[in-house]
């Protein structure tokens, strides 16, 4: 396999501080698990899964718990042995409500996996997809979307490229950085699976130039892989993981205004999630943990751990040695970027949740948000070519048509006009309240039709 520089540099994008050196060397270890996990029912994106067990059930690890409950939602299975205690209703990491399938522990060795396939080549593209579903299966790179549906595109949208994405650009996060190191073996097996299913001839992995450790663990693992598969290295800049961000910094391909990546004829799965689908494949076990990194300098020991889905971030915290100094200013599902600040430590963690931030008041910045002074600096950082600065004033003056009317739904909320914005205005919030607003229009609109 060639390792190759990435050619194309995407318009726009930002460099923020890393500090992806507090937990980068940590190598990935277990956690004490605590009595009771709450499963949230919805880890996805698209309908909640539908608990199928009640109070009083036992279940073994693996035991489907919640069944999917329409064309994009996923399964949901027991990460630990125990007793069900109740249904019940928790808050997701981005604070939305969600039923929860509370399991009590118990100690035992015995599981409810499904059958190995062990010779998997010569299963069929069914028949794989098939075990994908049932494993529940969904992307971990944030968006939670359900694996198998983005591994069947439809027919007149072949599929020629498969991108496997180690990027991880946002800050302080190292959970898929920890993956490729320690399990670039069982990424490249996940890789041979969804690039077979697809039928893709070429397969690029996608690696920031800031983890050589990770990139040297590729180049071993995926040595001997046939046909036209390459490392491409990118220059370290935010937001490489995005999808449409890598797909131009692999291929030079540009996924049209309004489309989709599969537009290009490009996959991009995240590392993590291929090392799930050859878990599932391979050893028949369904998706039930992820390592999650706990960072930041509120955090006595930054850590990479593999904690089963349900684990509340207090355990996570717990396990890391506590606070240090004192109560954080601000916990954080997920990275500075892109992720959600979290009200309570009882929040569980789920598949899309690959780290969890803890950040004393020296970090976290206080500011009043002011008019715009036009500086044009939020046009140039965004990776997307949108103006922010029109976007937000047209959610502010509530006119989300003429928000809609300069493509206010190709925002990928990625926060890069906020970091330069010298007036502090809260423009993500503004993407994301006039985006709801245009979801909710287009499902009313949806529900009258039908
Ligand atoms: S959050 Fe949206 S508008 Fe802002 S830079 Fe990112 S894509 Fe552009
Ligand atoms: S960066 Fe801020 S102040 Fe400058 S144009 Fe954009 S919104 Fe206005």
Redesign the pocket.
């Given at each position: 396999m060639q390792t190759i520089k990435s050619p194309y540099n995407f318009k726009g994008g930002i460099h923020p501080a890393y500090h992806k050196e507090l937990a980068s060397g940590s190598a990935i270890q277990g956690l004490p698990l605590p009595a009771t996990l709450s499963v949230p029912m919805s880890q996805h994106l698209g309908a909640p899964a539908k608990p199928c067990v009640k109070a009083g059930d036992e279940v073994k690890k693996g035991t489907l718990i919640g069944a999917q409950a329409g064309f994009i939602s996923a399964p949901v299975h027991a990460p630990v042995a125990g007793k069900v205690n109740a249904i019940a209703e928790v808050l997701t990491a981005s604070g939305r409500p969600c039923q929860a399938v509370v399991i009590e522990r118990v100690e035992s060795d015995e599981t409810d996996f499904m059958q190995p396939m062990t010779n998997w080549q010569s299963r069929s593209k069914d028949e794989l997809l098939a075990r994908i579903s049932e494993a529940g299966i969904v992307g971990m790179g944030g968006a939670g979307f359900p694996t198998k549906i983005k591994l069947s595109p439809p027919m007149d949208k072949p599929i020629d490229t498969l991108i496997l994405n180690g990027a991880e650009c946002e800050p302080y996060l190292t959970s898929d950085h920890r993956m490729m190191v320690e399990h670039a073996r069982e990424i490249r097996l996940g890789a041979e699976i969804a690039r077979s299913i697809l039928g893709a001839k070429t397969l690029r992995i996608a690696i920031e130039d800031n983890k050589p450790d990770a990139i040297a663990a590729v180049e071993k693992a995926f040595e001997g892989v046939a046909g036209d598969v390459a490392l491409t290295v990118l220059r370290t800049s935010y937001p490489h993981g995005s999808e449409k961000q890598q797909i131009y910094a692999v291929t030079g391909r540009e996924v049209p205004r309004g489309g989709l990546p599969m537009d290009t004829g490009c996959v991009v799965e995240n590392v993590s999630t291929a090392f799930a689908i050859s878990e599932a494949v391979v050893k028949g076990i369904p998706l039930i943990q992820r390592v999650i990194t706990v960072t930041g300098d509120a955090v006595q020991n930054p850590a990479n751990l593999m904690a089963p889905f349900g684990t509340s971030y207090q355990s996570l915290i717990d396990a890391c040695g506590g606070f240090r100094g004192g109560r954080p200013a601000k916990v954080i599902s997920g990275g500075p970027m892109m992720g959600f600040a979290v009200s309570s430590l009882a929040t569980p963690t789920g598949k899309t949740a690959s780290g969890v931030l803890l950040l004393s008041p020296g970090r976290v910045s206080q500011y009043t948000s002011q008019a715009?002074?036009?500086?044009?600096?939020?046009?140039d950082a965004c990776p997307m070519r949108l103006i922010?600065?029109e976007l937000?004033q047209f959610v502010e003056a509530d006119d989300i048509e003429g928000a809609e009317g300069i493509a206010l739904m190709d925002c990928i909320e990625c926060g890069s006009?906020a970091f330069?914005?010298?007036?502090h205005?809260p423009?993500v919030q503004h993407m994301r309240r006039g985006k709801a607003c245009i979801m909710a229009q287009r499902a009313a609109a949806k529900a009258k039709r039908d």
């Open positions: 715009c002074i036009s500086c044009g600096r939020c046009v922010p600065s937000s006009c330069v914005c010298p007036a205005r423009l």
